[in-house]
């Protein structure tokens, strides 16, 4: 079980080192991530792109490209299917971002023919290794679905399960979030939460615990869960999983925990055949880095399935 | 202009010293936080209970209660009604709650005869102070209105630019928070935060400036604005006043905050006659400590207009 980004990076050293084909590559930034994650041990990375541009990017964050097999291609949209190409046929592990806006690079992770579409909806998952808490919390969606339906939560929690049992994590806890701890039929959100709890119970949704409504402090603090009553409880301030009611209550924890709390941090897509890597331009270079970390051990994982 | 709770508790200690009166204040974590205040010259208290039961609790945690005014009433409710007319009729400067659920407390506070009624909607303000951030952020609203609409979103703006104010904030920063900072006509918040913009700057929002939507690293992060671009923003990472979509968006950031950044905080319920204290049985003691410094300051605020 990997308890912290430490632990999670000394799970990808231990396992054979994996490739990351990457979309677009001539961006600074995503450059100086996949030469740390190199240096660390963590990951390879094929870059796809405008050779000229990736050559002068590189020189000018002093980056050293003897090592990278680098495939030229100037037309952005024919970049990214290149790239992500090499991952549906297995020739890199994981498939990230660079220089293309979401939109297509979006497009071209569902492309039919060189995609990586499984037939499930996508659904994104951010991991915080937070101070005080002695696991690794799986935040979701804070990103991508921007209002759920049940059904929706029900898949997002299959996806995140998945990227939970790939970092050693069995049988996660899901708590679906809210501002309180009981249903009340005017807040759709409790009314979800309780749904999803049942149909746990009633295994139509397996491979977990789901208990909720619950307030962000009883899914991660077990004092303030012993504090206000934990009689009866599945969850008691020990959850993985945080599942949103929405997009706007998903991102904006999200980014107030990475901006007050200044918390390690990564994130992938999840529901596709091979992870993704879409990190924001603002990502602070080691929010990257720990995200190539985390796509690695899912990757290692699907590869033994 | 009050840039921390430290600067916030410096500033009650050059005002006179005002005095809360409590409700039911049979209520050991209550107690505690009202004996800080005094011991730190922050306030006085009245209180009103169950005299036998008060003496129990306060020689239970070894609070002298020598210095303090008791009003002994049994009864829940007419007790809450006898504190709250001692703020009414300014005997006391601002009410507290004891052990007392919420909802008859809100009732005391009210009540058409001895309340504090405004004929103003009421809402909810958390004050934090977050290392690395040069001001105060006035979170709102995080545990009143559940679904705010836009007329309830213009009042918890003007309820909440009074509190600035009376921290001698003039001139407020509101940001309208959402997942993404640019309009999107199937994300209501988004739309809502355009109008509160428009009527801020066609005059009819007045007393401060409005613009949203903001994501939260562009609300509070001048480097995460400069760097996604402000061209045209008023606001560069510099709000005062967080204004969230939802009280689950609002609640989960706040306790996020409280549990994952542990930050200074305090809060109080506003558009009333006289500042209320409503804080949460989990909450710390400095929390309470910290909510009683900052009606104190509001209270001296109303008491010079």
Same mark, same amino acid.
């Given at each position: 079980?990997?308890?912290? $980004?430490?632990?999670?990076?000394?799970?990808?050293?231990?396992?054979?080192?994996?490739?990351?084909?990457?979309?677009?590559?001539? *961006?600074?930034?995503?450059?100086?991530?996949?030469?740390?994650?190199?240096?660390?041990?963590?990951?390879?990375?094929?870059?796809?792109?405008?050779?000229?541009?990736?050559?002068?990017? !590189?020189?000018?964050?002093?980056?050293?490209?003897?090592?990278?097999? &680098?495939?030229?291609?100037?037309?952005?949209?024919?970049?990214?299917?290149?790239?992500?190409?090499?991952?549906?046929?297995?020739?890199?592990?994981?498939?990230?971002?660079?220089?293309?806006?979401?939109?297509? $690079?979006?497009?071209?992770?569902?492309?039919?023919?060189?995609?990586?579409?499984?037939?499930?909806?996508?659904?994104?998952?951010?991991? $915080?290794?937070?101070?005080?808490? *002695?696991?690794?919390?799986?935040?979701?969606?804070?990103?991508?679905?921007?209002? #759920?339906?049940?059904?929706?939560?029900?898949? &997002?929690?299959?996806?995140?399960?998945?990227?939970?049992?790939?970092?050693?994590?069995?049988?996660?806890?899901?708590? #679906?979030?809210?501002?309180?701890?009981?249903?009340?039929?005017?807040?759709?959100?409790?009314?979800?939460? !309780?749904?999803?709890?049942?149909?746990?119970?009633?295994?139509?949704? %397996?491979?977990?615990?789901?208990?909720?409504?619950?307030?962000?402090?009883?899914?991660?603090?077990?004092?303030?869960?012993?504090?206000?009553?934990?009689?009866?409880?599945?969850?008691?301030?020990?959850?993985?999983?945080?599942? $949103?009611?929405?997009?706007?209550?998903?991102?904006?924890?999200?980014?107030?925990?990475?901006?007050?709390?200044?918390?390690?941090?990564?994130? &992938?897509?999840?529901? %596709?055949?091979?992870?993704?890597?879409?990190?924001?331009?603002?990502?602070?270079?080691?929010?990257?880095?720990?995200?190539?970390?985390?796509?690695?051990?899912?990757?290692?994982?699907?590869?033994?399935?």
């Amino acid at each position: 079980m990997t308890k912290s $980004f430490d632990e999670l990076i000394e799970k990808v050293n231990n396992c054979s080192m994996k490739t990351v084909a990457v979309a677009v590559a001539q *961006d600074a930034a995503v450059l100086e991530a996949v030469a740390v994650a190199k240096e660390r041990g963590i990951a390879n990375a094929i870059l796809v792109g405008d050779e000229p541009k990736i050559k002068e990017v !590189a020189a000018s964050i002093n980056m050293d490209l003897s090592d990278y097999k &680098i495939i030229h291609e100037e037309d952005t949209m024919t970049a990214a299917l290149k790239a992500v190409e090499l991952v549906h046929n297995q020739k890199a592990d994981m498939y990230m971002k660079g220089l293309i806006d979401t939109k297509s $690079f979006l497009k071209s992770v569902l492309d039919k023919e060189v995609g990586l579409r499984t037939g499930k909806p996508l659904s994104h998952v951010c991991v $915080f290794d937070v101070e005080g808490v *002695d696991k690794l919390l799986f935040l979701t969606d804070v990103a991508f679905i921007p209002y #759920p339906t049940l059904e929706d939560k029900v898949n &997002i929690i299959a996806n995140t399960v998945e990227i939970c049992e790939a970092c050693g994590i069995t049988n996660p806890k899901v708590a #679906p979030l809210a501002a309180v701890e009981v249903v009340n039929p005017k807040m759709p959100a409790t009314v979800d939460a !309780a749904e999803l709890t049942k149909m746990c119970e009633e295994g139509k949704i %397996t491979g977990c615990i789901v208990d909720g409504p619950l307030s962000f402090d009883l899914a991660i603090c077990p004092e303030a869960a012993k504090h206000k009553g934990a009689e009866g409880r599945k969850i008691v301030g020990d959850a993985d999983i945080l599942l $949103f009611p929405d997009i706007h209550a998903g991102n904006l924890v999200y980014k107030a925990m990475v901006h007050t709390a200044k918390l390690k941090n990564g994130n &992938i897509i999840t529901g %596709t055949k091979a992870p993704v890597i879409l990190t924001s331009r603002s990502d602070e270079c080691e929010v990257k880095v720990n995200s190539i970390a985390l796509a690695s051990v899912v990757a290692q994982a699907m590869s033994e399935k």
